[in-house]
Nanobody, 119 residues
Framework: QVQLVESGGGLVQPGGSLRLSCLAS????????MSWYRQAPGKERELVAR????????NYADSVKGRFTISRDNAKNTVYLQMSSLKAEDTAVYYC????????????WGQGTQVTVSS
């Protein structure tokens, strides 16, 4: 049974930082590209950042470039999202996603963690 468990969300003031973690189990972690998505109230879910399986290449949404950093630790089956200079518009539920690069369409989602940026 595949599980993705996010942690690290919470309430933070504008300009602050948070680090999200996603622990994966039940899959061969190194065979999955890992991503963070977010969904704000009334909006569609959007891709925030992705890290590949091979060289750890990353890509980011324009809205978070220079502020967020995604990384993975294959030994710990964990992907991280370091968020800095947080803004009110970063408020959303953040979801971890694992997408197989060997089986098209095979992907898994975490349950989400709430991030609220407010003074």
């Amino acid at each position: 049974q595949v599980q993705l468990v996010e942690s690290g969300g919470g309430l933070v003031q504008p300009g602050g930082s948070l680090r999200l973690s996603c622990l994966a189990s039940g899959l061969t972690f190194s065979r999955y590209a890992m991503s963070w998505y977010r969904q704000a109230p009334g909006k569609e879910r959007e891709l925030v950042a992705r890290v590949t399986i091979a060289d750890g290449g990353t890509n980011y949404a324009d809205s978070v470039k220079g502020r967020f950093t995604i990384s993975r630790d294959n030994a710990k089956n964990t992907v991280y999202l370091q968020m800095s200079s947080l803004k009110a518009e970063d408020t959303a539920v953040y979801y971890c996603n694992a997408a197989s690069v060997f089986s098209a369409g095979r992907q898994y989602w975490g349950q989400g963690t709430q991030v609220t940026v407010s003074s």
